[in-house]
Protein backbone atom coordinates (compact mmCIF):
# COMPACT_ATOMS: atom_id res chain seq x y z
CA UNK A 1 0.00 0.00 0.00
CA UNK A 2 1.24 3.30 -0.80
CA UNK A 3 1.42 6.38 1.71
CA UNK A 4 -1.20 8.80 1.12
CA UNK A 5 -1.47 12.57 1.86
CA UNK A 6 -3.97 14.62 3.63
CA UNK A 7 -2.75 18.83 3.43
CA UNK A 8 0.44 17.64 2.67
CA UNK A 9 1.16 15.14 6.10
CA UNK A 10 1.99 11.74 4.67
CA UNK A 11 0.47 8.89 6.14
CA UNK A 12 1.47 4.70 5.98
CA UNK A 13 -1.64 3.17 6.79
CA UNK A 14 -4.86 4.09 5.15
CA UNK A 15 -7.19 3.03 8.34
CA UNK A 16 -7.95 6.03 10.56
CA UNK A 17 -9.20 4.35 14.00
CA UNK A 18 -12.19 6.24 16.23
CA UNK A 19 -11.01 5.61 19.84
CA UNK A 20 -14.56 5.85 20.80
CA UNK A 21 -16.47 2.76 22.49
CA UNK A 22 -13.79 0.54 23.74
CA UNK A 23 -14.21 -0.69 27.03
CA UNK A 24 -10.70 0.19 28.59
CA UNK A 25 -7.71 2.35 27.55
CA UNK A 26 -6.02 -1.14 27.57
CA UNK A 27 -8.53 -2.64 25.45
CA UNK A 28 -7.87 0.68 23.28
CA UNK A 29 -3.99 -0.16 23.21
CA UNK A 30 -4.44 -3.51 21.87
CA UNK A 31 -6.94 -2.79 19.13
CA UNK A 32 -5.32 0.45 18.42
CA UNK A 33 -1.58 -1.44 17.71
CA UNK A 34 -3.20 -4.03 16.31
CA UNK A 35 -5.44 -1.85 13.79
CA UNK A 36 -1.62 0.04 12.66
CA UNK A 37 -3.30 3.01 12.15
CA UNK A 38 -1.47 6.14 12.10
CA UNK A 39 -4.04 8.56 12.96
CA UNK A 40 -6.90 8.44 15.77
CA UNK A 41 -9.61 10.59 16.83
CA UNK A 42 -10.22 12.09 20.25
CA UNK A 43 -13.52 13.75 21.10
CA UNK A 44 -13.45 16.45 23.87
CA UNK A 45 -15.84 16.37 27.18
CA UNK A 46 -16.02 17.81 30.60
CA UNK A 47 -13.25 16.76 32.63
CA UNK A 48 -14.72 13.89 34.66
CA UNK A 49 -12.26 14.11 38.18
CA UNK A 50 -12.78 10.11 38.63
CA UNK A 51 -11.41 8.88 35.16
CA UNK A 52 -8.46 7.10 35.47
CA UNK A 53 -5.90 6.81 33.14
CA UNK A 54 -4.28 9.33 30.27
CA UNK A 55 -6.04 8.51 26.60
CA UNK A 56 -2.98 10.59 25.38
CA UNK A 57 -0.67 8.70 27.15
CA UNK A 58 -2.13 5.66 25.24
CA UNK A 59 -1.56 7.29 22.05
CA UNK A 60 1.50 8.79 22.22
CA UNK A 61 2.89 5.42 22.83
CA UNK A 62 1.01 3.71 20.01
CA UNK A 63 2.50 6.58 17.94
CA UNK A 64 -1.03 7.90 16.72
CA UNK A 65 -1.14 11.54 15.04
CA UNK A 66 -3.87 12.94 17.33
CA UNK A 67 -7.64 13.95 15.40
CA UNK A 68 -9.62 15.91 17.71
CA UNK A 69 -13.32 15.63 16.94
CA UNK A 70 -15.99 17.74 17.19
CA UNK A 71 -18.81 15.34 18.22
CA UNK A 72 -22.08 16.11 19.89
CA UNK A 73 -22.41 19.80 18.57
CA UNK A 74 -25.51 19.89 16.71
CA UNK A 75 -24.30 23.90 15.55
CA UNK A 76 -21.83 25.43 13.63
CA UNK A 77 -21.29 27.71 17.03
CA UNK A 78 -20.76 24.74 19.06
CA UNK A 79 -18.67 22.83 16.59
CA UNK A 80 -16.55 26.09 15.83
CA UNK A 81 -16.09 26.85 19.78
CA UNK A 82 -15.00 23.05 20.26
CA UNK A 83 -12.26 23.18 17.87
CA UNK A 84 -10.74 25.93 18.85
CA UNK A 85 -10.96 24.27 22.42
CA UNK A 86 -9.22 21.11 20.52
CA UNK A 87 -6.44 23.13 19.24
CA UNK A 88 -5.80 25.03 22.81
CA UNK A 89 -5.87 21.24 24.29
CA UNK A 90 -4.34 19.40 21.56
CA UNK A 91 -2.08 21.86 19.70
CA UNK A 92 -3.36 20.65 16.23
CA UNK A 93 -5.41 23.10 13.88
CA UNK A 94 -6.54 19.60 12.50
CA UNK A 95 -9.71 18.88 13.33
CA UNK A 96 -12.60 16.04 12.65
CA UNK A 97 -15.57 18.46 12.14
CA UNK A 98 -18.65 17.21 12.94
CA UNK A 99 -22.24 18.86 13.04
CA UNK A 100 -24.83 16.50 13.99
CA UNK A 101 -28.49 17.36 12.49
CA UNK A 102 -30.78 14.26 14.34
CA UNK A 103 -30.35 12.38 17.52
CA UNK A 104 -31.60 9.73 15.92
CA UNK A 105 -29.97 9.01 13.22
CA UNK A 106 -26.98 10.89 13.81
CA UNK A 107 -26.45 12.43 10.22
CA UNK A 108 -24.88 15.24 9.61
CA UNK A 109 -26.74 18.99 9.26
CA UNK A 110 -25.71 20.11 5.74
CA UNK A 111 -26.13 24.05 6.42
CA UNK A 112 -25.08 23.97 9.59
CA UNK A 113 -21.55 21.60 8.78
CA UNK A 114 -20.99 23.82 5.25
CA UNK A 115 -20.80 27.00 7.60
CA UNK A 116 -18.73 25.92 10.41
CA UNK A 117 -16.33 24.32 7.09
CA UNK A 118 -15.89 28.17 6.15
CA UNK A 119 -15.21 29.03 9.59
CA UNK A 120 -12.47 26.96 10.54
CA UNK A 121 -10.59 26.83 6.89
CA UNK A 122 -10.61 30.66 7.64
CA UNK A 123 -9.39 30.21 10.99
CA UNK A 124 -6.84 28.25 9.55
CA UNK A 125 -8.34 24.75 10.67
CA UNK A 126 -6.87 21.57 8.57
CA UNK A 127 -10.77 20.62 8.11
CA UNK A 128 -12.02 17.09 7.85
CA UNK A 129 -15.46 17.18 7.73
CA UNK A 130 -17.77 14.27 8.37
CA UNK A 131 -20.67 14.48 5.66
CA UNK A 132 -23.78 12.56 4.59
CA UNK A 133 -22.99 10.70 1.13
CA UNK A 134 -24.10 13.31 -0.79
CA UNK A 135 -22.02 13.98 -3.79
CA UNK A 136 -22.96 18.22 -4.04
CA UNK A 137 -22.49 18.67 -0.24
CA UNK A 138 -18.83 16.37 -0.90
CA UNK A 139 -18.10 19.55 -3.55
CA UNK A 140 -19.14 22.15 -1.48
CA UNK A 141 -17.32 21.45 1.34
CA UNK A 142 -14.11 21.01 -0.98
CA UNK A 143 -14.72 24.13 -2.60
CA UNK A 144 -14.84 25.65 0.57
CA UNK A 145 -11.34 24.74 1.29
CA UNK A 146 -12.12 21.39 3.34
CA UNK A 147 -8.52 19.10 3.58
CA UNK A 148 -10.37 16.12 2.84
CA UNK A 149 -14.48 14.49 2.61
CA UNK A 150 -15.99 12.31 4.89
CA UNK A 151 -18.55 10.80 3.53
CA UNK A 152 -20.63 8.35 5.89
CA UNK A 153 -21.50 4.97 4.27
CA UNK A 154 -24.02 4.61 6.95
CA UNK A 155 -25.19 6.38 10.13
CA UNK A 156 -22.69 6.38 13.17
CA UNK A 157 -22.37 3.24 15.21
CA UNK A 158 -25.14 0.98 12.50
CA UNK A 159 -22.98 -1.26 11.08
CA UNK A 160 -25.33 -1.03 7.86
CA UNK A 161 -21.91 -0.32 5.59
CA UNK A 162 -22.11 1.25 2.67
CA UNK A 163 -26.00 2.16 1.89
CA UNK A 164 -25.77 4.15 -1.15
CA UNK A 165 -22.50 2.64 -3.50
CA UNK A 166 -23.76 5.12 -6.11
CA UNK A 167 -23.74 8.16 -4.18
CA UNK A 168 -20.30 7.11 -2.92
CA UNK A 169 -18.30 6.32 -6.22
CA UNK A 170 -20.02 9.89 -7.71
CA UNK A 171 -17.98 11.45 -4.65
CA UNK A 172 -15.20 9.99 -4.84
CA UNK A 173 -15.21 10.24 -9.30
CA UNK A 174 -15.24 13.99 -8.37
CA UNK A 175 -12.77 14.92 -5.89
CA UNK A 176 -9.92 16.46 -5.68
CA UNK A 177 -9.03 16.08 -2.05
CA UNK A 178 -8.95 12.18 -0.23
CA UNK A 179 -11.73 10.35 0.27
CA UNK A 180 -12.19 9.01 3.73
CA UNK A 181 -15.30 6.52 4.46
CA UNK A 182 -16.49 7.80 8.02
CA UNK A 183 -18.82 6.28 9.88
CA UNK A 184 -21.71 2.80 9.39
CA UNK A 185 -18.60 -0.07 9.11
CA UNK A 186 -19.55 -3.11 10.64
CA UNK A 187 -17.69 -5.69 9.33
CA UNK A 188 -13.97 -6.67 7.25
CA UNK A 189 -15.90 -6.56 4.08
CA UNK A 190 -17.44 -2.97 4.44
CA UNK A 191 -13.85 -1.31 4.75
CA UNK A 192 -13.21 -3.65 1.64
CA UNK A 193 -15.84 -2.37 -0.35
CA UNK A 194 -14.87 1.27 0.66
CA UNK A 195 -11.23 0.87 -0.51
CA UNK A 196 -12.59 -0.79 -3.92
CA UNK A 197 -14.69 2.15 -4.38
CA UNK A 198 -11.89 4.40 -4.54
CA UNK A 199 -12.04 5.68 -1.29
CA UNK A 200 -8.47 7.41 0.09
CA UNK A 201 -8.67 5.46 3.65
CA UNK A 202 -11.57 4.00 5.98
CA UNK A 203 -12.18 6.12 9.45
CA UNK A 204 -14.45 3.58 12.00
CA UNK A 205 -14.80 3.28 15.58
CA UNK A 206 -17.29 0.97 16.59
CA UNK A 207 -16.66 -1.80 14.42
CA UNK A 208 -13.54 -2.56 16.60
CA UNK A 209 -14.36 -1.09 19.33
CA UNK A 210 -17.68 -2.51 20.20
CA UNK A 211 -16.39 -5.97 18.52
CA UNK A 212 -16.54 -9.11 21.13
CA UNK A 213 -12.69 -9.17 20.03
CA UNK A 214 -11.52 -5.58 19.29
CA UNK A 215 -7.85 -6.44 18.80
CA UNK A 216 -8.69 -9.14 16.50
CA UNK A 217 -11.51 -7.31 14.37
CA UNK A 218 -8.62 -4.30 14.10
CA UNK A 219 -6.49 -7.32 12.56
CA UNK A 220 -9.41 -7.59 10.25
CA UNK A 221 -9.99 -4.26 9.42
CA UNK A 222 -6.21 -3.54 8.57
CA UNK A 223 -6.64 -6.41 5.95
CA UNK A 224 -9.26 -5.52 5.17
CA UNK A 225 -8.12 -1.89 3.87
CA UNK A 226 -5.03 -3.40 2.43
CA UNK A 227 -7.03 -6.21 0.74
CA UNK A 228 -9.17 -3.62 -1.09
CA UNK A 229 -6.93 -0.86 -1.83
CA UNK A 230 -4.65 -3.92 -3.60
CA UNK A 231 -8.15 -5.07 -5.33
CA UNK A 232 -8.94 -1.15 -6.71
CA UNK A 233 -5.53 -1.22 -7.99
CA UNK A 234 -5.13 -4.56 -10.00
CA UNK A 235 -7.88 -3.88 -11.84
CA UNK A 236 -11.01 -5.98 -11.39
CA UNK A 237 -12.29 -8.23 -14.38
CA UNK A 238 -15.93 -6.42 -15.72
CA UNK A 239 -19.01 -7.82 -14.43
CA UNK A 240 -20.83 -10.37 -16.69
CA UNK A 241 -24.02 -11.40 -17.51
CA UNK A 242 -23.45 -15.04 -18.16
CA UNK A 243 -20.37 -16.70 -17.44
CA UNK A 244 -16.89 -16.75 -19.00
CA UNK A 245 -15.04 -20.22 -19.22
CA UNK A 246 -11.47 -19.80 -18.14
CA UNK A 247 -10.26 -23.12 -19.04
CA UNK A 248 -9.68 -23.11 -22.60
CA UNK A 249 -12.53 -24.12 -24.97
CA UNK A 250 -10.33 -25.70 -27.99
CA UNK A 251 -8.87 -29.13 -27.18
CA UNK A 252 -11.55 -30.76 -25.69
CA UNK A 253 -11.13 -34.71 -25.86
CA UNK A 254 -14.56 -36.53 -26.82
CA UNK A 255 -14.87 -39.11 -24.49
CA UNK A 256 -18.42 -40.81 -25.11
CA UNK B 1 -16.05 34.55 47.31
CA UNK B 2 -17.54 34.10 43.91
CA UNK B 3 -19.86 31.87 42.27
CA UNK B 4 -18.96 30.73 38.88
CA UNK B 5 -20.53 28.11 36.72
CA UNK B 6 -18.02 25.84 36.37
CA UNK B 7 -18.78 22.64 33.82
CA UNK B 8 -22.21 23.33 34.35
CA UNK B 9 -22.38 23.41 37.89
CA UNK B 10 -22.36 26.47 40.58
CA UNK B 11 -19.12 27.06 42.16
CA UNK B 12 -17.47 28.78 44.55
CA UNK B 13 -13.79 30.05 43.63
CA UNK B 14 -11.92 32.76 46.39
CA UNK B 15 -12.20 36.47 44.92
CA UNK B 16 -9.40 36.51 42.65
CA UNK B 17 -9.65 33.31 41.71
CA UNK B 18 -7.77 32.81 38.14
CA UNK B 19 -8.83 30.32 35.11
CA UNK B 20 -5.76 28.25 36.45
CA UNK B 21 -7.80 27.73 40.12
CA UNK B 22 -10.59 27.05 37.98
CA UNK B 23 -8.96 24.02 36.38
CA UNK B 24 -7.27 22.75 39.68
CA UNK B 25 -10.99 23.05 41.17
CA UNK B 26 -12.09 20.60 38.92
CA UNK B 27 -9.10 18.03 38.86
CA UNK B 28 -7.24 18.56 35.49
CA UNK B 29 -3.69 17.98 35.13
CA UNK B 30 -1.75 20.86 36.58
CA UNK B 31 0.14 20.66 33.24
CA UNK B 32 -2.45 20.98 31.04
CA UNK B 33 -1.47 18.65 28.13
CA UNK B 34 -5.45 17.51 26.67
CA UNK B 35 -7.06 19.98 28.84
CA UNK B 36 -8.99 23.46 27.64
CA UNK B 37 -10.70 25.90 29.42
CA UNK B 38 -13.23 28.62 27.92
CA UNK B 39 -15.10 31.61 29.33
CA UNK B 40 -18.79 32.00 27.88
CA UNK B 41 -17.95 29.67 25.08
CA UNK B 42 -14.78 31.97 24.45
CA UNK B 43 -10.93 30.21 24.77
CA UNK B 44 -8.67 31.37 27.25
CA UNK B 45 -5.04 30.26 25.86
CA UNK B 46 -3.06 28.35 28.67
CA UNK B 47 -0.90 31.18 28.80
CA UNK B 48 -3.18 33.17 30.46
CA UNK B 49 -4.82 30.64 32.80
CA UNK B 50 -2.55 32.30 35.74
CA UNK B 51 -3.67 36.51 34.95
CA UNK B 52 -7.17 35.63 33.64
CA UNK B 53 -8.76 36.78 36.74
CA UNK B 54 -12.78 35.16 36.62
CA UNK B 55 -15.71 37.35 37.50
CA UNK B 56 -19.12 36.35 38.64
CA UNK B 57 -21.42 34.02 37.21
CA UNK B 58 -18.54 33.55 34.70
CA UNK B 59 -19.65 30.38 32.46
CA UNK B 60 -16.53 28.58 32.84
CA UNK B 61 -15.88 24.97 30.75
CA UNK B 62 -13.08 22.95 31.39
CA UNK B 63 -12.53 19.98 28.85
CA UNK B 64 -10.00 17.11 28.37
CA UNK B 65 -9.19 14.81 25.72
CA UNK B 66 -11.26 11.39 25.98
CA UNK B 67 -12.28 8.60 23.65
CA UNK B 68 -14.25 9.28 20.91
CA UNK B 69 -14.92 8.56 17.31
Known sequence: MTAFEIAGRSFESRLI??????????????????SGADVATVALRRVDPSARGSILEVLDDCGCFLLPNTAGCFTARDAVATARLAREALETDWVKLEVIGDDKTLLPDPSELLDAA??????????????????????????AGCAAVMPLGSPIGSGMGIANPYNLRLIVEAARVPVILDAGIGTASDAALAMEAGCDAVLLASAV???REPAAMATAMRKAVEAGYAARH????????????????EGVAELT | MLTVTLNGQPRELPDGATVADAVRAVGAPEDGRGVAAAIDGEVVPRAQWTVRALIAEDRVEVLRAVQGG
Request: overall charge negative; hydrophobic content about 40%.
Open chain 1, 17 to 34: IGTGGFRSLESMREAVLA
Open chain 1, 234 to 249: AGRIPRRLYGEASSPV
Open chain 1, 209 to 211: SRA
Open chain 1, 118 to 143: EELVADGFTVLPYTSDDPVLARRLED
